[in-house]
Nanobody, 125 residues
Framework: QVRLVESGGGLVQPGGSLRLSCAASGSIFSINDIGWYRQAPGKQRELVARITSGGSTNYSDSVKGRFTISRDNAKNTVYLQMNSLTPEDTDVYYC???????????????????WGQGTQVTVSS
């Protein structure tokens, strides 16, 4: 089994910073794309940032220049450095990863989409 565990959320004042982490663990062969999404109550989950296995990044327009995504392949971990936070950034942030696992029944690789449990980010004075 594979798990994604997020950490680093919390309460911060406008203009402040937070760093989210997402660590993948379990029977992982390799991790392809990995990234962060966010969702407010009653709204669709939206992309915040993604990073490929080769290090290419993609950001939503609303966070460009303020957020930075990075990954440590040795630790199977992705980070999201969030600066200049505003109340509009308040959401639950979810980690998502496209992971290649070895299927135990036939020992063949399979690509699976995993989600973390989410971490709350609240920006308020």
């Amino acid at each position: 089994q594979v798990r994604l565990v997020e950490s680093g959320g919390g309460l911060v004042q406008p203009g402040g910073s937070l760093r989210l982490s997402c660590a993948a663990s379990g029977s992982i062969f390799s991790i392809n794309d990995i990234g962060w999404y966010r969702q407010a109550p009653g709204k669709q989950r939206e992309l915040v940032a993604r990073i490929t296995s080769g290090g290419s990044t993609n950001y939503s327009d609303s966070v460009k220049g303020r957020f930075t995504i990075s990954r440590d392949n040795a630790k199977n971990t992705v980070y999201l450095q969030m600066n200049s936070l505003t109340p509009e950034d308040t959401d639950v942030y979810y980690c998502n990863a496209i992971i290649v696992v070895i299927t135990p029944t036939n020992k063949k690789p399979a690509t699976v989409d995993y989600w973390g449990q989410g971490t709350q980010v609240t920006v308020s004075s």
